[in-house]
């Protein structure tokens, strides 16, 4: 499974970004698709999840302001971000569990500053 992420860039504190991870193969068939970031000098850490039935998760700093989304017909997930802060400021990087194999996009730089 390959996977592309785009998306990222500089948007000032309050502002909003949307993220798109596009995959190689049927993404109803992908156990697990989620975005994960890494700040600086910091580990990498889930951001948010979609499971093939659609359920989410959400890592409790970005609840209310993030929404996962997939789209079956398009092989696509996206987060849609609102409400950035500035500790938001990472590279993010779709994954993708499928078959007890976990794989991963390169990453998206999101820089939230004014």
């Known amino acids: 499974v390959q996977l592309q992420a785009s998306g990222g860039g500089l948007v000032q504190p309050g502002g909003s970004l949307r993220l798109s991870c596009a995959a190689s193969?049927?993404?109803?068939?992908?156990?697990?698709l989620g975005w994960y970031r890494q700040a600086p000098g910091k580990q990498r850490e889930l951001v948010a999840a979609?499971?093939?039935?659609?359920?989410?998760n959400y890592a409790d700093s970005v609840k209310g302001r993030f929404t996962i989304s997939s789209d079956y017909a398009k092989n696509t997930v996206s987060l849609q971000m609102n409400s950035l802060k500035p500790e938001d400021t990472a590279v993010y990087y779709c994954?993708?569990?499928?078959?007890?194999?976990?794989?991963w996009g390169k990453g998206t730089q999101v820089t939230v500053s004014s």
């Open positions: 994954n993708g569990k499928y078959l007890g194999m976990n794989y």
């Open positions: 979609i499971t093939s039935d659609r359920s989410t």
């Open positions: 193969r049927a993404i109803s068939n992908i156990n697990i």
